[in-house]
């Protein structure tokens, strides 16, 4: 069965610096993977995924992440944060085997501070 | 097109009694996803169901149940609540199986258990 760590339960960000979150995975086969935000009080919205091919994907709201299969990891990335990034955000993992659910990690919660 | 429905939005229980939660797929999409969702645990899943076929199970004691319908729709029961049972319960869709495919969540269904 696979697994995701996300080792960073909370991180603060000044406002226009880059933000870097972690995530970290365990499956014996091809991985899928995804990020996920959930604002307060609202459910969870699809930031990026991975599938195959370039390492580096782009998703929504400049966010960019990047598979590293030799580290089992799967970084989000964004070079500037605004205010309006402050939310939860949840690294998962799935493939394309069947029987396989969609895991998620316990999430980091961003804070930007001005 | 319509989102992910959820009904109901909140619902305060006692120890003890049942609960039944719905998720209205978006139309189309044939594989519904149930997770739980509490504070420092992240989404913990529950279960999945494809053209109504289970065809994943968390971790989770035999108490916690769920179908789906012809029509895609799900049901998740909950028996004999304990006050941990107390979490926000998100429906997700997608096309396809869920880990190889993009998960659409509904606003979730909260339960408070006294």
């Known amino acids: 069965a696979q697994s995701v760590t996300q080792p960073d339960i909370h991180i603060t960000v000044s406002e226009g610096a880059s933000l870097e979150l972690r995530c970290n995975y365990s499956?014996?086969?091809?991985?899928?993977l995804f990020w996920y935000v959930q604002s307060p009080g609202q459910g969870l919205q699809l930031l990026l995924k991975?599938?195959?091919?370039?390492?580096l994907v782009q998703g929504i709201k400049g966010f960019e992440a990047e598979f590293k299969r030799s580290q089992s990891s799967f970084n989000l990335r964004k070079p500037s944060v605004h205010w309006s990034d402050a939310a939860e955000y949840f690294c998962?993992?799935?493939?394309?085997?069947?029987?396989?659910?969609?895991?998620f990690g316990k999430g980091t919660t961003l804070s930007v501070s001005s | 097109k319509a989102g992910v429905t959820q009904t109901p939005r909140y619902l305060i229980k006692t120890r003890g009694q049942q609960v039944t939660l719905s998720c209205s797929p978006i139309?189309?999409?044939?594989?519904v996803s149930w997770y739980q969702q509490t504070p420092g645990q992240g989404l913990q899943f529950l279960f999945e169901?494809?053209?109504?076929?289970?065809?994943n199970k968390g971790n989770f004691p035999g108490r916690f149940s769920g179908r789906q319908f012809s029509n895609s729709r799900s049901e998740m029961n909950v028996s004999t609540l304990e006050l941990g049972d107390s979490a926000l319960y998100l429906c997700?869709?997608?096309?396809?199986?869920?880990?190889?495919?993009?998960?659409?969540f509904g606003a979730g269904s909260r339960l408070t258990v006294l």
């Open positions: 139309s189309g999409h044939r594989s």
């Open positions: 997700a869709s997608s096309l396809g199986l869920a880990g190889a495919n993009v998960l659409t």
């Open positions: 991975y599938f195959s091919g370039d390492t």
């Open positions: 499956y014996g086969a091809t991985p899928y």
């Open positions: 169901y494809f053209s109504e076929t289970q065809r």
């Open positions: 998962a993992v799935g493939a394309i085997q069947a029987g396989t659910a969609l895991i």
